[in-house]
């Protein structure tokens, strides 16, 4: 948006597409000029610029062109940079953390390969509760970590059931509901 951008402009374009001379007339040459830089002034040096590349790589012909078609190339510059300035898709919102969404989600994804496999593993219970905290299938170490936490839970009831006394059997049962909750999640049964 400066003198110097449009002067930069012609300067670019000029050495493939020779400005108009006016037959030495350098009160025309001026005019010439001022009426570019008004026509083009507008327009951001760094899209004047990009202009002239796309003229000197593009436009066929023996002369400078025309107003018209440099705006035309401006507009649709311009136009490309806004595009790229506004995002594709609406920003996501937050979801509760128990928000139906992300059970469903995590319903989706137990029936994927990885899902499939953390049921048959018997892992399948944290693989669900992954995909609802992370909204995502776990990968990796992720992987790795569910295994882990589903070995810590079971290898817990069962020393709870080993135990003698009323306190280990009721953690026992407590965790078989949790479980059995979780599995009725799973099922989409709420």
């Keep these: 948006m400066s003198a110097n951008g449009v002067k930069?402009?012609?300067?670019?374009?000029?050495?493939m597409f020779p400005a108009p001379q006016f037959g030495g007339d350098k009160a025309r040459q001026s005019g010439w000029f001022a009426l570019m830089s008004s026509e083009l002034s507008g327009y951001?040096?760094?899209?004047?610029?990009?202009?002239?590349?796309?003229?000197?790589?593009e436009e066929t012909g023996q002369f400078f062109p025309?107003?018209?078609r440099i705006r035309e190339h401006c507009d649709a510059i311009m136009e490309s940079k806004r595009a790229l300035e506004r995002p594709l898709l609406p920003a996501p919102k937050e979801l509760h953390p128990f928000a139906v969404e992300?059970?469903?989600?995590?319903?989706?994804?137990?029936?994927?390969?990885?899902?499939?496999?953390?049921?048959?593993?018997?892992?399948?219970?944290?693989?669900?509760?992954?995909?609802?905290?992370h909204m995502k299938a776990p990968k990796g170490d992720e992987i790795a970590a569910c295994r882990e936490r589903?070995?810590?839970?079971?290898?817990?009831?069962?020393?709870?059931?080993?135990?003698?006394?009323?306190?280990?059997?009721?953690?026992?049962?407590?965790?078989?509901?949790?479980?059995?909750?979780?599995?009725?999640?799973?099922d989409g049964a709420q």
Excluded: H
């Design 44 to 57: 951001p040096d760094d899209v004047l610029a990009e202009v002239g590349k796309k003229i000197i790589r």
């Design 102 to 133: 992300r059970f469903d989600l995590a319903r989706d994804l137990a029936k994927s390969p990885i899902g499939k496999q953390a049921n048959r593993e018997g892992w399948g219970t944290e693989f669900f509760q992954f995909c609802v905290e």
């Design 66 to 68: 025309k107003v018209a």
């Design 150 to 186: 589903a070995k810590r839970l079971q290898a817990e009831y069962e020393r709870c059931l080993k135990q003698p006394g009323d306190l280990p059997q009721a953690l026992a049962r407590y965790a078989e509901r949790m479980v059995n909750k979780a599995r009725e999640f799973m």
């Design 8 to 15: 930069n402009f012609i300067a670019a374009v000029d050495l």
